[in-house]
């Protein structure tokens, strides 16, 4: 019974993330698009060096494909033993608070689907 | 070309294949003078979308939905493209 | 009546996010950025047209196989930049202006086991 359970919570929890998946691309593509038409020197590049402690490939998979279709990150690269992600940035003003964010909301995120 | 549709998507056909048009011209001059190779694979990349845009926008003036499998064909291509030029640059590197 | 004005609504939106990244694909600097647009804004174009067809034809087939094109642009698009963003920074492309780090540079990794055979 508490299989069955935790069975549908978890495929309720993949619709709901689903869904935010399509609102990441879409807010990231006004993004994007804002950025390219108007005119800029604001810009501060930069690849940023993550720690992840996800445990399945699935679930780092997915954190990839999630970071790269939130505004302003694109996943470049991982270290071999799957510890650390190496993201490149649009905006890196304030690096901890980047950091931060994709630590806390999207991983966490993750963790709760596929770990 | 025989347009099968109202006018008001008929005028979004016109403004959408105006549009796609510019965007593939402005792929070419990325084309021509992008300055390494990666470049060119990133243009390779934009002009797949377009041919997507572009059969949609074929399909909505003619009718003719067999075309739909030309846009899941490429679709699929690209990737294998992709993924073929990323080893293929690793490969050149170590060479 | 309605139907066709939220699918011109649908196609013209489209085919600007392609412009877009069009745009941005002349106008930004280096590599990875362009990789930023064509990523994001090209496969939302595609997703919006798909669905602009799949309103005005109601057939299983043109559904079946716009959701096909959605759940592979979906599932690919950032797996195929990242491998090209990833083969660009081994084959050290030059970067544009204005970088302020660069940390994968200083990392002793980017040639994982299996590229080396």
Same mark, same amino acid.
């Given at each position: ?7 549908? %919570?978890? *495929?309720?929890?993949? =619709? $709901? ?5 399509? !609102?990441?691309? /879409? &807010?990231?593509? %006004?993004? *994007?698009?804002?950025? =390219? $038409? ?5 810009? !501060?590049?930069? /690849? &940023? ?67 | ?95 | ?117």
């Amino acid at each position: 019974m508490k299989m069955i359970f935790n069975f549908l %919570l978890r *495929v309720f929890r993949f =619709i $709901i993330f689903v869904f935010y998946y399509l !609102k990441e691309l /879409i &807010v990231s593509s %006004l993004y *994007v698009a804002w950025d =390219i $038409i108007t005119p800029k020197d604001l810009m !501060k590049p930069g /690849i &940023v060096e993550v720690p992840v402690d996800l445990k399945s490939e699935t679930a780092i998979i997915a954190f990839a494909n999630l970071i790269s279709m939130t505004p302003g990150s694109l996943t470049m690269d991982m270290s071999p033993d799957k510890k650390k992600i190496y993201i490149h940035a649009m905006y890196l003003h304030d690096k901890q608070k980047f950091i931060d964010k994709m630590k806390n909301e999207l991983e966490h995120k993750i963790r709760q689907i596929f770990d | 070309m025989e347009f099968a549709a109202s006018p008001v998507l008929t005028y979004a056909i016109y403004f959408s294949f105006f549009a796609l048009t510019i965007s593939l011209f402005m792929g070419l001059y990325r084309l021509l003078t992008g300055p390494t190779l990666p470049d060119r694979i990133v243009v390779m990349d934009l002009v797949a979308s377009v041919s997507i845009g572009l059969i949609i926008n074929y399909i909505m003036a003619t009718g003719q939905t067999v075309f739909l499998n030309v846009a899941v064909a490429i679709a699929l291509l690209v990737f294998m493209g992709n993924i073929a030029f990323a080893k293929y640059l690793i490969r050149r590197i170590e060479k | 009546m309605i139907i066709e004005w939220i699918a011109a609504f649908f196609l013209v939106s489209g085919s600007l996010f392609m412009l877009v990244a069009a745009i941005g694909v002349v106008k930004l600097s280096d590599v990875y950025m362009r990789m930023h647009a064509i990523t994001k804004a090209a496969s939302l174009g595609a997703i919006l047209m798909l669905a602009a067809v799949s309103l005005i034809y109601i057939e299983w087939l043109v559904w079946v196989e716009a959701l096909m094109v959605v759940v592979f642009i979906i599932i690919t698009a950032p797996v195929a930049s990242h491998m090209i963003a990833k083969a660009a920074h081994i084959t050290k492309m030059p970067k544009g202006p204005g970088y302020i780090m660069d940390e994968l540079e200083e990392a002793d990794n980017t040639f994982p086991e299996e590229e080396k055979q």
